[in-house]
């Protein structure tokens, strides 16, 4: 744990590099950024069109929206490309030389592949969460910013969680990418608010893969619109609870995939 | 002994791993489908047609959608940006249909495969679930067609175009950003223009994205009588000629470009 400068000082070395080429980052940001902006001009128009869906209207869905965004940004920044590239590290033999070094291999690669891509994700998030909350008129005491900033940390470790869960297979099998694809599609259902969903959907994004927790019960806790939906005790202060439980569970089933790493031997 | 137990072991597993994938290949795309149909069905919840289209027309559009989505994802811009970031196009300069001609067999051969063993699989479920409805009319389907496979080439081009941007630009990480930005926007497969406020329903038409997909669905459902499909594929035409003269504009303007900075 004395290394933690160390690790602060990897980071910097990321963010120092990105201010060095500072034409392409403005391009990259904008281009990501005006993605994100379209989509949710056209969420908007969907739902603003049917005036609403489950009883959400457009801003309401809109917040779940910002809240998956932000959250899965926060959890991007560090934990996108150290696991989504992790197959290919251990088919180059890079991942053997991780493990070399006197460094805990997660934390390393956690400071050392910091990514400055989610910026713009960050920013559109952001952006689109506060004008959710003027238009709908939610009050923001300190206890509200409080619930708001514990669920965006809850909310984030959930999505670091899938990125470790989904990439640590690849210890086993060379090939994972289509559990990866699976699993993030799966993640798309929060898109919508839940009870727009078969009962069953309810449940699995609830129980079984937790999304639900990212964004929908938080924004249902912010909304007063608690009590919808098949599986209501007062969960919407449950994410970060979940966020920790599930990160702690992916964390030991890092551990567990290495130590039943045998290297490619490349 | 043991080792052919191993070899047994090893092609069983490569096997199963191919074959794992192309499984959930399949499921992936059918899960997107139910997202999608879930999420229409909750919208239309208590309403019988908004804007003249129909809850069964939007099952229709959402399972088409997504098997023709298949058929026109296009990577050709993204190839050449990356060529122009690692200096292999000045190579290309001077034989540019070539290069372009072998990017485009290679994006169908990719599609087809795709839309044979993932998309259409997933689709022929769905029918079966929900139903599916055949064009009464016998010369709708091959004009749906004809518009389609015309569709497929805007695409390609469209795409190619915006990976050219990358000689001006110094990048090409941009490229599926920008590409998928502004064609959500205009092409109307996320949310079918039918349901477009009106300023965007209008610019939209200017533009030649609906052309790629939209239309050729709204051939296929009856949305458009046979005329207005006659037009439609001359719009297709005209949009097609267009874009390969802009391109060759902007191949023109790219050798000055380069010259300037010597190669």
Known sequence: M??????????????????????????????????WTVEVCLIWILVDRFQSIAGWGPYEVLLLYGLNLASYALAGFFFYHPFTYLPRRIQTGEFDEILT??????????????????????????????????????????????????????????????????????????QNNSLVSLVFDLK???????????????????????????????????????????????????????????FLGAYAFWKFGITRYRSTGS | MSIYLEFAKQAFRQRFIYRLNAYMMIVSSFLGLLILISVWKALYAGKTEVNGITYENMLQFLVLNMAIQSLIRSRIGQKIGERVENGAISLDLIRPITLKGYFLADQIGENVFGFLFSTLPAAAAAALLW?????????????????????????????????????????????????????????????????????????????????????????????????????????????????????????????????????
């Open chain 1, 101 to 174: 070094k006197p460094l805990n291999p997660f934390l390393y690669l956690l400071s050392r592949e910091f990514s400055t891509g989610y910026f713009s994700n960050l920013g559109v998030a952001l952006t689109v969460m506060m004008v959710c909350i003027r238009k709908l008129e939610l009050s923001m005491d300190p206890g509200n910013l409080l619930f708001l900033v514990l669920t965006l940390l809850g909310g984030a470790l959930i999505q670091a969680s899938l990125f470790i869960f989904t990439s640590v297979p690849a210890f086993w099998m060379v």
């Open chain 2, 131 to 263: 139903g599916f409805a055949v064009p009464g009319e016998p010369f709708r389907f091959p004009l749906f067609v004809i518009s389609l496979l015309l569709g497929i080439a805007l695409m390609n081009q469209i795409n190619y175009l915006f990976g050219l941007l990358a000689i001006w630009l110094k990048t090409a990480f941009f490229i599926n950003f920008i590409t998928g930005a502004v064609i959500s926007l205009f092409a109307g497969s996320f949310v079918p223009l039918w349901f477009y406020p009106e300023p965007l329903y209008k610019i939209s038409l200017l533009l030649p994205f609906h052309l790629v997909s939209f239309q050729p669905i709204a051939i296929y459902l009856g949305k458009k009588t046979l005329t207005e499909a006659g037009l439609i594929i001359g719009g297709q035409l005209v949009w097609m000629l267009l874009l390969l003269g802009l391109e060759k504009w902007m191949w023109r303007r790219a050798q000055t470009h380069i010259d300037v900075f010597g190669g």
């Open chain 1, 188 to 246: 798309e259902f929060v898109r919508y608010p839940l009870t727009a969903y078969h009962w069953t959907i309810q449940i699995l994004l609830t129980l079984v893969l937790p999304f639900a927790f990212i964004n929908f019960y938080p924004a249902q806790h912010l909304l007063g619109k608690a009590g919808e939906g098949v599986l209501q005790p007062g969960v919407p202060l449950l994410t970060p609870l979940v966020g920790i439980v599930l």
């Open chain 1, 2 to 35: 004395d290394y933690f400068p160390l690790y602060g000082q990897f980071v910097k070395m990321k963010l120092k590099g990105m201010a060095q080429f500072r034409g392409p980052f403005w391009i990259i940001t904008l281009s990501k950024a005006s993605l």
